[in-house]
């Protein structure tokens, strides 16, 4: 049974955040695998509504605190200020009324889902576990999983892959936020029998262009080894199979699939930056929950202002 997965190596440690807003409960849970699973409830949940549970996978070397997002005092850790994913779960609740949203922060003792790939041989079989055992544990007569990462957490999307014979009908969206350095061919049959499968499949994909920035001079990945390079492989994939029509913005190149259930955002680079974590912080975790639907771009501009800023606590 999927809950005896749970039961078993689950060691209960909750930790409620302060100063939580009437509309939300969370709660973190620690694993004897070393993974940390943290849950962003709505209060206000009914069973009868559509629901929706984002698993997200951090990005290395970050805490799910980090993560999460707070409003930046003298002397805190900078990574509390690049993501803001509570804040932006907080404006999606706002947008997404009729649904109950769900957030589920997944973060492991390596602070690195690569890593704890490689200590861990036995991933294709827990990540899948893992998925379907919190989904269950969620009492809903409706709802959806949404898969989502960013940076090092594109690693642990492509090992709930690595252990599924196919993409589950639950599963209605990826989403890659800089994220899909591990994507080669192999992984392709699947993600595109999946969306060919489902018409309300989406995916989407952000990167920016890592193979010409520098960090002190120096380049940081390989010119094939990043996510421009990735994504634009897979863009290449599925052109086979998809029609894209091209748009352009003055930082952004865009694909967008006829059905909109496949979108890339290119953020394009003239000075070699680097623009990693800006594809999250500004309304990206937004962006990778609504583009594709009604509410895209609805009170919002993805890589624009920062559209929660006053959600931040």
Not at 7 to 19: A, K, L, Y
Not at 202 to 209: D, R
Request: aromatic letters at 16%; proline letters at 3%.
């Amino acid at each position: 049974m999927k809950f005896y997965f749970l039961s078993i190596i689950i060691i209960f440690r909750p930790f409620v955040f302060e100063g939580q807003v009437p509309n939300e409960k969370i709660d973190s849970f620690y694993l004897e695998n070393g993974i940390k699973f943290t849950i962003d409830r709505p209060l206000d949940f009914n069973k009868k509504r559509n629901t929706v549970i984002v698993f997200y996978a951090l990005p290395n070397g970050n805490t799910t605190e980090q993560t999460m997002g707070k409003k930046i005092e003298a002397g805190d850790d900078w990574h509390y200020d690049i993501q803001h994913i509570r804040a932006q779960t907080k404006f999606l609740r706002r947008e997404m009324k009729r649904s109950n949203l769900f957030v589920i922060y997944l973060e492991n003792v390596y602070k690195s889902w690569p890593v704890w790939k490689q200590k861990n041989s036995n991933y294709r079989l827990v990540i899948p576990r893992l998925i379907d055992s919190l989904t269950e544990l969620i009492e809903a007569d409706n709802k959806v999983v949404y898969l989502n990462g960013h940076s090092g957490g594109g690693s642990f999307i492509f090992g709930y892959l690595d252990g599924v014979q196919k993409i589950p009908d639950l599963v209605k969206r990826i989403s890659f936020i800089d994220s899909d350095y591990g994507y080669d061919s192999s992984y392709y049959t699947k993600i595109s029998s999946w969306l060919q499968r489902d018409s309300k499949a989406y995916l989407n994909v952000f990167a920016y262009n890592d193979s010409i920035a520098l960090f002190n001079g120096k380049s940081i990945v390989s010119p094939k080894g990043g996510t421009w390079y990735k994504s634009h492989l897979l863009l290449h994939h599925l052109e086979s199979e998809f029609k894209f029509k091209k748009k352009t913005t003055d930082s952004l190149i865009i694909y967008v699939s006829q059905s909109k259930q496949v979108q890339f955002f290119f953020k394009v680079s003239i000075d070699r930056g680097i623009y990693h974590t800006q594809q999250v912080e500004l309304n990206g975790f937004i962006h990778s929950i609504l583009c594709g639907t009604k509410n895209d771009s609805r009170r919002y501009t993805y890589y624009g202002e920062r559209i929660y800023k006053n959600l931040i606590e």
